[in-house]
């Protein structure tokens, strides 16, 4: 049996309650094994702001957050090399020939797929579980990727059989919104980053340390 696992990557600058309460809700909805938090060394379609904190702070945030729960933290992307979402799941698919794959996003990840590399051969690889709120369905289908995932959406009450889809497959998970947000946080504390030294550290899937 393969493990099943879901990937939510992002910057977690920093990371937050918000990021913790739909992986576990996605979690329970996908049938899950764990949860990789995986702390991008860089976003391509983000310019490196000044606000944004080193990747060991990133790092030590998420590790925070996600205390006492089956999600694990990694870095993963950086020893890999990949700055890309399909350079990173082509090597984890090759490297953990054990697990079965999840590709986890929220509603605002989706409106700019389009603009991410290869972004129709990511949805060839791994299912697709898009968090969206309950009053975003309008917004969902005016997403310009939808023109050709739209065929490959697969019913919400059908998610825990997602290991029996063929990728492309695409399906819509809706949690009751929680309003933390990364750039509220850092508007409220621009030196949160300070309480965070990453020290000490060391990769939850890797076990290579942090620094």
Not at 50 to 73: E, G
Not at 128 to 143: G, L, M, T
Not at 149 to 171: E, I
Request: proline content about 6%; some cysteine.
């Amino acid at each position: 049996m393969k493990k099943l696992t879901g990937l939510l990557g992002g910057s977690f600058n920093p990371a937050h309650q918000g990021h913790r309460h739909i992986s576990l809700l996605a979690k329970k909805a996908l049938g899950l094994d764990e949860i990789w938090w995986m702390v991008s060394p860089g976003n391509p379609l983000k310019s490196q702001a000044k606000d944004m904190a080193s990747l060991s702070q990133r790092f030590a945030s998420a590790r925070r957050m996600t205390r006492y729960s089956p999600i694990k933290v990694t870095a993963i992307e950086r020893d890999l090399h990949c700055r890309f979402t399909v350079d990173t799941l082509r090597r984890l698919i090759r490297r953990y020939p054990n697990r079965r794959f999840v590709w986890l996003m929220g509603m605002d990840n989706l409106k700019q797929f389009q603009q991410w590399k290869n972004w129709q051969q990511i949805a060839r690889m791994v299912v697709i579980a898009v968090i969206a709120r309950p009053s975003y369905d309008n917004k969902v289908h005016a997403v310009r990727a939808m023109s050709w995932l739209r065929r490959f959406v697969r019913p919400a009450s059908r998610s825990l059989y997602w290991t029996d889809w063929r990728p492309p497959a695409l399906v819509l998970l809706r949690f009751r919104p929680d309003p933390s947000s990364a750039t509220v946080t850092r508007a409220r504390q621009p030196d949160w980053h300070k309480t965070y030294s990453g020290r000490g550290l060391r990769d939850a899937v890797t076990w290579r340390p942090i620094s």
